[in-house]
């Protein structure tokens, strides 16, 4: 069992950033793909950000690439999402989520644990 832990969301102006951080329990961190997804409300939860067991390899769904960046330390067994130029249609609740096997994943089916989840609002 892996429990993924979130943090740093909060509310920001739109142009500003935020660092949202995932902690996880699980001793072979390292050899898991972890992935970020959103949720605003009356929507589906959709894609955000992956990155390998390695962190060699990362992809990005289109709405956030060259604005958003993924990155993972496995000594610390911690991913990282950094958001940079946020607007209002980033606001959400984002969840860390951990797939056991190490490749990318970019559907929510891929994975096999999730956080709870933190809320993110940006204002215009």
């Known amino acids: 069992q892996v429990q993924l832990v979130e943090s740093g969301g909060g509310l920001v102006q739109a142009g500003g950033s935020l660092r949202l951080s995932c902690k996880a329990s699980?001793?072979?961190?390292?050899?898991?793909?972890m992935g970020w997804f959103r949720q605003a409300p009356g929507k589906e939860r959709e894609f955000v950000a992956t990155?390998?067991?390695?962190?060699?390899?990362?992809a990005y769904a289109s709405s956030v690439k060259g604005r958003f960046t993924i990155s993972r330390d496995n000594a610390e067994n911690t991913v990282y999402l950094q958001m940079n130029s946020l607007k209002p249609e980033d606001t959400a609740v984002y969840y860390c989520a951990a797939r056991s096997l190490g490749a990318l994943g970019t559907t929510a089916g891929q994975y096999n644990y999730w956080g709870q989840g933190t809320q993110v609002a940006v204002s215009s």
């Open positions: 699980a001793r072979t961190f390292s050899t898991y793909a």
């Open positions: 990155i390998n067991w390695s962190g060699g390899f990362t």
